[in-house]
């Protein structure tokens, strides 16, 4: 096979999967401007002969989704930059602290990347209650805030900053809390804004957590919020639901957007070293 139709079948496959993975999104935007008769209909109707711009003031008006932001954003806000926080504390101690049981602490971390989230919700929920924290941000926030993922990611690259420097740092007279946020930060920029937009897409798009520990409408989060586009009787307007669904995903895309760069550095940046 010549270099050219090499070239030509890596193109090939990267505009296959690239309709593979836009297309979604271009019939959730374009449903959103259809008729629920058009969303049914066979063959599909891949553009609406007339657009329903009304679908997003349906959807705006048939639930409180100004409050819904709001809850959305500070409860992501919150618990980002604690998993955050609490990542880059976990990752700093086990590369650059001595203490006893170094190896089991950082085998139970790998533990519990194999557990699925789904098992803690009972015994969470349960602490929550006896705390009083149902239908509070705390209540959503606070048993979120700890993140293996995020922990071993920052791990493992800070494993590849030169010892050097930190001893350099030491000599200087720079204590712990120096070190991390004069050196250890600076060069772990990427892989800090991928954990950090891992967590905060996680916690935007959470469900189950916020739909079990909230009761109440002022409290519910965006994702949960579309549920109350669903009629009593059954009936949906799935033209109204796709408005409401970009909604949700619109702040997403745009942070990703922004931000791409520096996630697919960190993803590439140091990630394999023991």
Known sequence: MTTRMRRFSLYALLALVGVIMVGPLYWLFTSS???????????????????????YAEAWRAAPFGQFYLNSLL???????????????TAYAFVFLRFPAKRVLFAALLGALMVPGHVTLLAN????????????????????????????LLRQHMLTIPIEIIEAA???????????????????RPMLITVAIVSLVSK??????????????????????????????GYVNWGAVMAATVFVVL???????????????????GAVKG
């Open 125 to 152: 929920y349960l602490t929550v209650a006896d705390l009083g924290w149902i239908n509070t941000y705390q209540g959503i926030v606070i048993p979120g805030a700890a993140s293996a993922f995020g922990a071993f």
């Open 251 to 269: 702040p997403v895309l745009a942070v990703f957007f922004v931000a791409q760069r520096q996630i697919v550095a960190g993803l590439t940046q």
């Open 204 to 233: 935007w798009n959470d469900f189950i957590w916020p739909l079990i520990v909230t009761n109440t409408e002022t409290m519910r989060t965006l994702p949960v919020g579309l549920l109350m586009l669903k009629d009593a009787d």
């Open 75 to 89: 409860t992501t806000g919150s618990g980002a930059l604690l998993e955050v926080a609490n990542a880059v504390l």
């Open 33 to 55: 401007l259809k008729q629920s008769g058009d969303i049914y209909t066979f063959p599909p109707v891949w553009w609406p002969g007339d657009l329903r711009w009304g679908n």
């Open 170 to 188: 030491r000599a200087d007279g720079a204590g712990h809390l120096r070190i991390l946020f004069r050196v250890v930060l600076p060069l772990s």
